[in-house]
T-cell receptor, first 111, second 113 residues
Framework: GQQLNQSPQSMFIQEGEDVSMNCTSS?????WLWYKQEPGEGPVLLIA?????ELTSNGRLTAQFGITRKDSFLNISASIPSDVGIYFC???????????FGKGTKLTVNP | GAVVSQHPSRVICKSGTSVKIECRSL??????MFWYRQFPKQSLMLMAT?????????EQGVEKDKFLINHASLTLSTLTVTSAHPEDSSFYIC?????????FGPGTRLTVL
């Protein structure tokens, strides 16, 4: 099935640094979602985006729904060790509730 | 709010046996639930969409007779892996949908010996 192109695949950063990751799609999405998954757990919803150009924050996290509706980015400011995990973007097309997932960005934060 | 539970969290079974995994939405009703499979270090792959009161819709390549889905109520969907084999070992995750947002359960680790 279709997958989103998510990059980077992994990141190794120092505590306090800012992080940016993004997803692109070849088709137009109506919804972009960003999830975080920790080992052995299910994904946890971080931010949901519904409109092109929408910029939404959740604490130190900020995500944007691209103007073309084919991309989205997630920024994490002032990273802390508990930010460690795998971040997935996901999107839905048209009126579908089905989500297509990116391959994930594995974030490692060194104290 | 929007809490989804799964049971069991881990299961080990012998090859040839069937395993049932439950997915419950604890504080909301979900007409639609989804079942995913995730292999180590990989993304989530949608297996099927579970609709309350009707048959599940399976993704291409997913055997409906092997992965039986029942959505008996607005808060419960079950996935039964029939005649499990070692290649069915995986992390199975369910989600429940509210509007356009999916909330995930904690997952079930299935190991088939």
């Amino acid at each position: 099935g279709q997958q989103l192109n998510q990059s980077p695949q992994s990141m190794f950063i120092q505590e306090g640094e800012d992080v940016s990751m993004n997803c692109t799609s070849s088709s137009i999405f109506n919804t972009w979602l960003w999830y975080k998954q920790e080992p052995g757990e299910g994904p946890v919803l971080l931010i949901a985006l519904y409109k092109a150009g929408e910029l939404t924050s959740n604490g130190r996290l900020t995500a944007q729904f691209g103007i073309t509706r084919k991309d989205s980015f997630l920024n994490i400011s002032a990273s802390i060790p508990s930010d460690v995990g795998i971040y997935f973007c996901a999107g839905s097309e048209g009126g579908s509730e089905k989500l297509v997932f990116g391959k994930g960005t594995k974030l490692t934060v060194n104290p | 709010g929007a809490v989804v539970s799964q049971h069991p969290s881990r299961v080990i079974c012998k090859s040839g046996t069937s395993v049932k995994i439950e997915c419950r939405s604890l504080d909301f009703q979900a007409t639609t639930m989804f079942w995913y499979r995730q292999f180590p270090k990989q993304s989530l792959m949608l297996m099927a969409t579970s609709n309350e009161g009707s048959k599940a819709t399976y993704e291409q390549g997913v055997e409906k007779d092997k992965f039986l889905i029942n959505h008996a109520s607005l808060t419960l969907s079950t996935l039964t892996v029939t005649s499990a084999h070692p290649e069915d070992s995986s992390f199975y995750i369910c989600s429940a949908s509210i509007v356009n947002e999916q909330f995930f359960g904690p997952g079930t680790r299935l190991t088939v010996l």
